[in-house]
């Protein structure tokens, strides 16, 4: 047990030297590491990580299976990462090409997927395009005090509202009432071309 603490204060002392030499990563307090994460960002994006904000990679004493550690990824000039204060996230990846703003007191289970862009543009009438053409991304908005629960996928344009419940394994596009709980319940062709 006090190994275990001496090696989760020096992997944070360590985690935290490293990111706040590196330019646009800013942590407006301290932030706390469980494992090792993977941030990675363009020289033009930004980070920004609040105090007491929890990025939990590590699946020991932790109650589900997490597939993989956190990854931020902010990969194109002018990306956003913004995250609040007093959050939790375990094994969460969040991928920005525009802006991901995630607000203050949230819980983000393991293995959810909050990604901005598909990646690809959708090119319907040339689907080989898709190989070679990036999308544009829409901002992702997550208001305070939400909780997302695990293996949830949160796509660009989306904004759920403050207090809201996503339920696991759901899909989220659009935008989530305030203080509701949002869940997937069916699957269904959305639109045939």
Request: hydrophobic letters at 40%.
């Amino acid at each position: 047990m006090i190994l275990n603490k001496i090696y989760n204060k020096s992997l944070n002392l360590l985690l935290s030297s490293y990111y706040k030499k590196i330019k646009n990563i800013n942590f407006l307090g301290k932030v706390y590491f469980k494992g090792i994460p993977v941030i990675l960002k363009h020289q033009d994006a930004q980070i920004i990580i609040g105090k007491n904000t929890l990025i939990n990679s590590s699946k020991k004493n932790y109650h589900l299976n997490m597939h993989s550690s956190c990854k931020l990824l902010a990969d194109r000039p002018q990306a956003e990462i913004i995250i609040g204060e007093n959050c939790r996230i375990h094994g969460t990846c969040i991928h920005a090409v525009k802006k991901i703003k995630i607000g203050n007191n949230c819980l983000i289970a393991a293995n959810t997927n909050i990604i901005d862009s598909n990646g690809h543009i959708l090119a319907m009438d040339n689907p080989v395009d898709r190989l070679r053409i990036a999308d544009e991304g829409r901002p992702v908005i997550i208001e305070d005090n939400v909780w997302i629960g695990a293996n949830v996928i949160i796509l660009g344009g989306t904004i759920i509202r403050e207090g809201a419940v996503i339920m696991a394994g759901s899909v989220v596009k659009g935008e989530v009432p305030p203080k509701s709980i949002y869940g997937t319940d069916s699957f269904k062709v959305i639109k045939q071309y």
